[in-house]
């Protein structure tokens, strides 16, 4: 899911050079068929636009795919988002609700549509996109760390839960990525976008497109549970070394 931009367009760009076809996901059309024009030279790819946070888009989606592409051997859960960045007090409720929606809802939806046949084969890997925001609280960022660490949370218990069939389960929690996600968070403002990542090295998409190989290249008897990764210059959620 969220493979028009940042991670999930870096991992799909990555994992179309492995053994892989592709399903990819986003809402935004154009976005994902100029995608599908430059990945099908190298691998199959087949394309949903739908919005993770619509349960009925969701699983028409998900039931529309033609029988060749119904065996999902791998899901992805990478759409997300963050909205503002204010004191409780000060939120705003539409923001509280799209983050609610998408990083939380969104995720169920999607892998309540595809893990039943997963169970049924007794075979299969989700890897669901978290933050570092799902391990630790910080300053404005209430909600937004709420739904991470609620991620965080079903990432868990869904380990538990899918363990007597083989599937495994995995997270990775990334610190400051370059991605839209700052232009997002801040309506638009680019300026504002920009000085989050001004006078560090932040990751790159590209950066937790490889962990991701990495995870599903494990043998079958290995499963990275979680992982955590920052960049060298970020130590935790609020403490970051800028060189001026």
Sequence with gaps: TGA???IGKSTAELLAHGSYKLILCGRREDRLEALKTELSTKTEVLTLSFDVSDRDAVEKAIASLPKAWETVDVL???AGNAHGLAP???GNLDDWDAMIDINVKGLLYVTKAIVPKMVERKSGHIINI???AGK???PNGNVYCGSKHAVNAIN???RMDLNPY???VSQICPGMVETEFSLVRFKGDEEMAKKVYVDLEPLKPQDIAEMIEFILSRPTHVNISDMITFPT????STLVNRKK
């Design 4 to 6: 028009t931009s940042g």
């Design 76 to 78: 992805i859960n990478n």
């Design 88 to 90: 409780f007090h000060e």
């Design 130 to 132: 978290g933050s570092i």
């Design 136 to 138: 630790e609280a910080y």
């Design 156 to 158: 868990n218990g869904l």
């Design 166 to 168: 083989g599937i495994k």
């Design 233 to 236: 210059a970020q130590a935790s």
